[in-house]
C-alpha cells in the first residue's frame, strides 16, 4: 500500500495528520475534564460552607427540633430523659432518632459525652450530609445543563435562606430534604447520566421510614418513573417490592426492640392522625395559607426568579414542576400547616431559579447581588438572633449541674406553652425539671390540657398546685408576658429574678421578647 501511495502521489511526505479536537465531553479525558478536577474543590467548599452554616444557626426552630429527635435518643442511650406522648401511643418511628443515639453512644463509650458535643455533634453530622447533598445536586445539574446554568442554579441552592435556616438542624425534614437531593441525583430524569433505580428507590424508602409524609413528595416522580419504564412488571417485582418491603420490615425491627412489642409505626401514625384529627389540635390554617404565606416565606427572594424560570424551562423540567404543585395542593388540604413541611421541593425550585438567572445576560450580576444581600440578612438573622432565648436558657441551667449541692435539691419548673425548650439533651443531667403538659384529647370528653389550663388562670394554677412552701420549684422559667399576670405568687414566695435571656423582637401571644428565670430564697 505505501509503494502504491507514493507513485500516486510521488511528492507528498509521510505526515502525521492532526485530528480535530472534540469539544463534547465524551472525548475528554477524565484527567482533563474540568468537572472531574473540581469536584474535590466543590465538595471541600460544600463541607466548609455547610460547617460555617451549622455554628451560625444558634437560635430554635420547633420543638420537634429536639423532642422528636436529640431527647429521644438520649433517652435510648441515657435512659433518664422525658419522652412525650407520641413515643407511648408508638406513632413515632425510632430509625431517626436511632441514628442519632449511636453518636450519643460512641461519644459516651470514649468518655466525651459533654454537653457541647451532645449539642453539637448531631448537628455537625447533619452538615456533613448537607454538604454530600449540595455537591450531588451540583453534579445533577451539571449533568443537566451547560456549566453555566449548573453555575447559577447551585449558586441559589447555597444562598436559599430556609435551606441555610432548616438544613444543618436535626429536623426530620431536614433529613428528609437531604435524602431527597441524594434521591434525586439517581432519579432518570431525561438526560441524566447518574441514574440509578435501585439507589434512588432505597433512598426514597428511607426517606419514608424516617417521615412518613415524604412519599408525598415523589408520588408524582414515582409515576413518571413507571410511566417511562419499559419493563414496567420487572420493576414492579423486582425493585418497588423489594425495596418496599425491606425497608418496611427493617423499620418495625427497630420499632418493636425499643418499643418492646410489636408496633406498626405507619399504621399508628394513619389511625391518629385521620381518625383523632391529632394533627389539628397543634394548629389549623386555611387551605390557601402555602399559597399566600408558606411557599413565599420558604422560597423568599427566589419566588420571582423560579415563576420566571418556570416559564422558560415548564416543558424541561415538568416532571419536577409537577412534584412541586402536587406537594403544595396535598399539604393545602391538611388543615394542619407548617413552613418545614414544603421543604424537601425547594432544592427542585432551585433549578428553575438557576435556570432564570443564567438568562439574565444584562441583569445577571445586579439579579446575583441582590440574592445574595437579601438572602443573607434573612438567614443571619434568623439564624443568630431571632428565638435564641429558648436555647440559652438552657445554657444557663445547665450550670446548676456543676455543683452537686445545688443539683440535689434543684427542682426547675418551666412555665411556658409545653415544648418550648430543649430539655435533658441540653443540660445532660439528672436534675429535676418539669414543664407543662399538652397532649392531645384522644376521645376524652371535656378534655383540656395542663398547658391551657394554666394559662386559663395562672394564679390560681399556681396556688393550687403548689399550697405550701415545701412544695414550691426552686427556679421558674417564663417569658416576660407572664410576669405580671403572677407577680403576686412570685413576691409572697420570695422569689427573685436571677436572669433575663433576649428571645425575639417579635413577640407574639404567650411567647414574649424574653425569658426569666427566677429563683426562690
Request: aromatic share 16%; proline share 5%.
Amino acid at each position: 500500500m505505501e509503494k502504491i501511495r507514493q507513485r500516486l502521489w510521488p511528492g507528498r511526505k509521510n505526515e502525521v495528520v492532526k485530528l480535530r479536537r472534540r469539544k463534547s465531553q465524551l472525548y475528554v479525558k477524565d484527567e482533563e475534564c474540568p468537572l472531574n478536577n473540581g469536584v474535590r474543590r466543590v465538595a471541600a467548599f460544600c463541607v466548609a460552607f455547610r460547617l460555617i452554616n451549622c455554628f451560625l444557626v444558634q437560635t430554635s426552630f420547633v420543638p420537634d427540633e429536639y423532642w422528636q429527635s436529640l431527647e429521644v435518643s438520649h433517652h435510648m442511650v441515657f435512659k433518664y430523659p422525658f419522652l412525650t406522648w407520641e413515643w407511648k401511643e408508638g406513632i413515632r418511628g425510632f430509625t431517626y432518632p436511632l441514628f442519632y443515639a449511636l453518636i450519643y453512644k460512641t461519644l459516651h463509650w470514649i468518655n466525651c459525652d459533654s454537653v457541647w458535643l451532645l449539642i453539637w455533634a448531631p448537628r455537625i453530622i447533619q452538615s456533613l450530609l448537607a454538604a454530600l447533598a449540595d455537591v450531588k445536586f451540583f453534579l445533577l445539574v451539571h449533568t443537566l445543563e451547560d456549566g453555566d446554568v449548573a453555575k447559577w442554579t447551585f449558586f441559589c441552592h447555597l444562598c436559599a435562606w430556609f435551606s441555610w435556616f432548616c438544613c444543618t438542624r436535626t429536623l426530620t425534614n431536614s433529613m428528609e430534604t437531604t435524602i431527597t437531593c441524594l434521591a434525586l441525583f439517581y432519579f432518570p430524569l431525561p438526560r441524566s447520566k447518574t441514574h440509578s433505580s435501585k439507589t434512588y428507590l432505597s433512598l426514597v424508602a428511607l426517606a419514608v421510614v424516617i417521615r412518613p409524609t415524604a412519599l408525598i413528595v415523589w408520588i408524582p416522580l414515582l409515576l413518571h418513573h413507571f410511566w417511562q419504564e419499559d419493563h414496567k412488571l420487572k420493576l414492579i417485582t423486582h425493585e418497588y417490592i423489594p425495596i418496599g418491603t425491606a425497608a418496611m420490615l427493617i423499620s418495625t425491627l427497630i420499632d418493636c426492640v425499643f418499643y418492646k412489642k410489636w408496633t406498626f409505626v405507619q399504621l399508628n401514625f394513619i389511625k391518629f392522625n385521620v381518625f383523632y384529627g391529632v394533627a389539628d389540635f397543634y394548629g389549623s390554617h386555611p387551605w390557601h395559607w402555602y399559597l399566600t404565606q408558606g411557599f413565599v416565606v420558604v422560597i423568599g427572594p427566589h419566588l420571582p426568579f423560579f415563576l420566571h424560570g418556570c416559564v422558560l424551562a415548564f416543558r424541561k423540567y415538568k416532571v419536577l414542576l409537577v412534584a412541586i404543585i402536587w406537594t403544595i395542593l396535598i399539604y393545602s388540604l391538611l388543615p394542619h400547616k407548617e413552613f418545614r413541611f414544603i421543604y424537601p421541593v425547594l432544592p427542585f425550585c432551585m433549578i428553575f431559579c438557576g435556570i432564570s438567572v443564567s438568562h439574565m445576560k444584562t441583569w445577571q450580576r445586579p439579579a446575583a447581588v441582590a440574592l445574595l444581600l437579601t438572602n443573607l440578612s434573612a438567614a443571619l438573622y434568623t439564624g443568630l438572633v431571632h428565638q435564641r432565648g429558648t436555647l440559652d436558657v438552657m445554657s444557663h441551667l445547665q450550670t446548676l449541674c456543676d455543683s452537686r449541692g445545688v443539683f440535689a435539691q434543684t427542682d426547675v419548673l418551666f412555665l411556658m406553652p409545653c415544648h418550648s425548650t430543649p430539655f435533658y439533651s441540653h443540660i445532660h443531667c439528672p436534675l429535676k425539671m418539669r414543664f407543662l403538659q399538652c397532649p392531645p384529647n384522644l376521645g376524652e370528653d371535656g378534655y383540656e390540657d395542663e398547658a391551657e389550663t394554666f394559662y386559663t388562670d395562672p394564679l390560681h394554677w399556681l396556688r393550687t398546685s403548689f399550697p405550701d412552701k415545701y412544695s414550691l420549684p426552686t427556679h421558674l422559667v417564663l417569658f416576660n408576658v407572664l410576669e405580671k399576670d403572677i407577680s403576686v405568687f412570685l413576691e409572697d414566695n420570695s422569689f427573685v429574678k436571677t436572669a433575663e435571656i433576649f428571645h425575639t423582637h417579635f413577640p407574639e401571644g404567650r411567647v414574649g421578647g424574653s425569658v426569666f428565670i427566677y429563683k426562690r430564697h
